[in-house]
């Protein structure tokens, strides 16, 4: 089993940034794709972003429109962490971000995640 666990959610300002912070534990999931979904009140669960790992896709990133630009999805293998960085924080990022792990790739639908953390509150205010 992998356990990940969110950190560096909080309230801010419209135009702020934040940095939020995954930790894998129980095993490596350097092999793992690992990304980033989000989920705001009354809303569906929306991807956000993605990073595979080197035996997929080169290692190559994802992301949705919404977040392209502004976002920046990072991994450290050696900490077994994932990062998303969160520029230019919009009203409409208001969300429950949701940290998760694939043993073969994270796909934007989400639906065969084999790991997910807790989530981590993001308030963007006006």
């Known amino acids: 089993q992998v356990q990940l666990v969110e950190s560096g959610g909080g309230l801010v300002q419209a135009g702020d940034s934040l940095r939020l912070s995954c930790a894998a534990s129980?095993?490596?999931?350097?092999?793992?794709?690992l990304g980033w979904f989000r989920q705001a009140p009354g809303k569906e669960r929306e991807f956000v972003a993605a990073?595979?790992?080197?035996?997929?896709?080169?290692?190559?990133?994802s992301y949705s429109d919404s977040v392209k630009g502004r976002f920046t999805i990072s991994r450290d293998n050696a900490k077994n962490t994932v990062y998303l960085q969160m520029n230019s924080l919009k009203p409409e990022d208001t969300a429950v971000y949701y940290c998760?792990?694939?043993?073969?790739?994270?796909?934007?639908?989400?639906?065969?995640?084999?790991?997910w953390g807790q989530g981590t509150q993001v308030t963007v205010s006006s």
């Open positions: 998760a792990a694939d043993r073969t790739y994270v796909s934007r639908n989400g639906a065969t995640i084999d790991y």
């Open positions: 129980g095993r490596t999931v350097s092999s793992y794709g």
């Open positions: 990073k595979a790992s080197i035996t997929w896709s080169g290692g190559a990133t």
